[in-house]
Every structure is written in structure tokens, then in C-alpha cells.
């Protein structure tokens, strides 16, 4: 990618994808907070780093703004917002808050490392899952998403919608409990990315998001079933190879044939389920998570 002379940024054919130039070229930091000892990064993107530290025996994960990051309003108010969001869930299937700030090379925040395969390691293998393994894993990802959508606290509900439901973003720790992380582009009760041009995963987002309209929590119905079928079927919910096809498939293909296809080896209610979770219009999906497992 090149800075482009708008300032936007355009793919460079021959980019050199090693991390030295990738550290230097986002400007990124790379650099632990004060106390922490950097271990290794995790995801480098031109907004900003995710990194993984250690402190006393532990390891942790930060998330700070890289250079370019630093000087967009957008990616600043959504890294506080990502803080706050995880200072409020308190653990609620999310990573814990432990530390959050400001050094010399910008905000950051520090949350627990949760000790979890991304579900995208189980799509790797380009098959389907086994049954029993999935039913265990939609089952306890769907309450996942019923305890995050229900979370309050001293001041009433939370209000959360987590924006970004995808494979990358949701964990299976060892314990068999799913876990979501990157509330980068979550909403909350204090307000969300609304407006803004982030647009979620593009195969998994459902149309109203990717179209940059107002997300609730069908959304999050949405992309979750999108994933979950993904896992059953090995088949991706959608075809687009560049992000402009994608965009445009996404915000106006729905993908309920894709979804009726993937659904056929999932036996029960729950197939039944995932398949109305992803309904094009989100007035014709169930309403709440709980909903959905009862319909
Ligand atoms: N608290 C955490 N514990 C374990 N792994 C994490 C944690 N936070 C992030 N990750 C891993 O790092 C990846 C990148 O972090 P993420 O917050 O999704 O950054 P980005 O906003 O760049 O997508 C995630 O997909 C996940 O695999
Ligand atoms: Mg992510």
C-alpha cells in the first residue's frame, strides 16, 4: 500500500510485506507501555497495532494507534471507545481491562490474553467441521451473544452491539467457552461508529452495516449466523474477491439460498435458526439472540 496524493492509501503491486517495513511504513511503535515487556506483535494494520506483552509471568495484549492512527479523530475515539466498552463488559465474554493510557507514542490500552483459537483456524482447513463439535460451539457462541446483547450495569443496559462478528473475532478458549474480541467498531449506549466508513468484516456484515446505515443488534444475529454456517459448511456466505465487489455483494445480495445450503447438515432448531438470523432485512430476523433459539 502507497499514500496515495489525496492521502488515501492505494495497493503498491511489489509492496515488501516484511515487518521491519511494515513497522516503519505505518508508522507503528511497536512499543510496550511502561511495566510490560513486548513479546511479539499480533496484527499490524496501517491504524494501529495489536501486540502481545508480559508482565510478572503473564501475558496480555495491547492495542495502540500507529502514527497515521494517531492523527485521525475516527481511529483515537474508536480506540477510548473500545476501552471503555471493555472496562464496562468487565469480563462479560470479553477480554478483561487492565490498564489503560497515554506515552509517548499515544493512547493505549492493555486487556487480559485470553488463551483461545480465532474460529478462522478452524476454517483453515477448508472442510466442514465435525457435527458434534459444532453444536457445541453454536450453542455456546449464540449464549455468548445472548449474555454480551443483555450485559448491564449500575446505570441500566449497556446497550452493546459488537459491530464486527467474524471468525477472527471470536475465540474458542480451552475451557469451551466462546469469547469475542475487537469492539473496535462496537455501539454502545454511549453512542457508536455511526456514520463512520468502517464497514465490519465483508463476509460476514450484514447488509446494513456494510451499507453504513444504523446497526442493532440483528446485526450481530446476522454476522454470528453468517460465521457459524461458514463453520458448517466450509462454503464462505459470499464470493466478492476485491473489497469493491464485496461491497457491493454484501449491501445488496442476500444470502439466504447460501445460508438453506449450509443449514442442511445442521440438524434440529438450530438450523432453522441461523437461517433466519440472516435475512436480508433485519425486520424479518428474530429480534434478540434468545429469541432466535426459541422461535
Ligand atoms: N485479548 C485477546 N486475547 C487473545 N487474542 C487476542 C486478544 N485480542 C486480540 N487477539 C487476537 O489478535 C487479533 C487482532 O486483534 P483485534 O482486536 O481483532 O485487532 P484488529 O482491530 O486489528 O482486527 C484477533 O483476531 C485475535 O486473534
Ligand atoms: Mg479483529
Redesign the pocket.
Known amino acids: 500500500m502507497s499514500r496515495s496524493r489525496a492521502g488515501g492509501y492505494t495497493r503498491r503491486p511489489h509492496f515488501n510485506k516484511s515487518l521491519a517495513h511494515r513497522v516503519s511504513y505505518y508508522g507503528l511503535v511497536l512499543s510496550a507501555p511502561a511495566g510490560f515487556r513486548l513479546v511479539a506483535p499480533?496484527?499490524l494494520?496501517p491504524f494501529?497495532e495489536?501486540t502481545l506483552l508480559a508482565r510478572a509471568g503473564r501475558t496480555f495484549?495491547c492495542?495502540r494507534l500507529a502514527s497515521r492512527g494517531r492523527s485521525e479523530a475516527e481511529a483515537r475515539e474508536r480506540l477510548l471507545r473500545e476501552a471503555a466498552i471493555l472496562r464496562a463488559l468487565d469480563g462479560c465474554r470479553a477480554?478483561r481491562l487492565v490498564a489503560e493510557g497515554e506515552d509517548d507514542s499515544g493512547h493505549y490500552f492493555v486487556?487480559?490474553?485470553?488463551?483461545?483459537a480465532?474460529l478462522?483456524r478452524y476454517l483453515e482447513a477448508g472442510v466442514p467441521v465435525p457435527l458434534t463439535w459444532f453444536h457445541l460451539v453454536a450453542a455456546d457462541a449464540w449464549c455468548a451473544l445472548a449474555e454480551l446483547h443483555a450485559k448491564g450495569d449500575g446505570q441500566g443496559d449497556l446497550d452493546i452491539v459488537h459491530g464486527d462478528l467474524a471468525p477472527?473475532?471470536i475465540?474458542f478458549a480451552p475451557n469451551e467457552r466462546i469469547v469475542f474480541?475487537?469492539f473496535?467498531l462496537a455501539s454502545w449506549r454511549h453512542g457508536g461508529p455511526l456514520g463512520t466508513t468502517a464497514r465490519g468484516t465483508l463476509l460476514y456484515a450484514a447488509p446494513e452495516v456494510v451499507r453504513g446505515e444504523r446497526m442493532d443488534r440483528r446485526s450481530d444475529l446476522f454476522a454470528l449466523a453468517a460465521t457459524l454456517l461458514h463453520l458448517a459448511c466450509a462454503k464462505a456466505p459470499r464470493q466478492g474477491k476485491t473489497e469493491a465487489t464485496l461491497v457491493l455483494e454484501a449491501g445488496e445480495e442476500p444470502i439466504e439460498r447460501w445460508a438453506n445450503d449450509a443449514a442442511k447438515r445442521v440438524t434440529g432448531p438450530l438450523g432453522r435458526a441461523l437461517v433466519a438470523c440472516v435475512s436480508f432485512q433485519p425486520a424479518q430476523r428474530p429480534s434478540s439472540a434468545k429469541e432466535a433459539l426459541v422461535r
Open positions: 499480533l496484527r494494520h494501529g495489536t495484549v492495542k477480554p486487556m487480559e490474553h485470553l488463551n483461545g480465532p478462522t477472527d473475532n475465540l474480541v475487537d473496535g
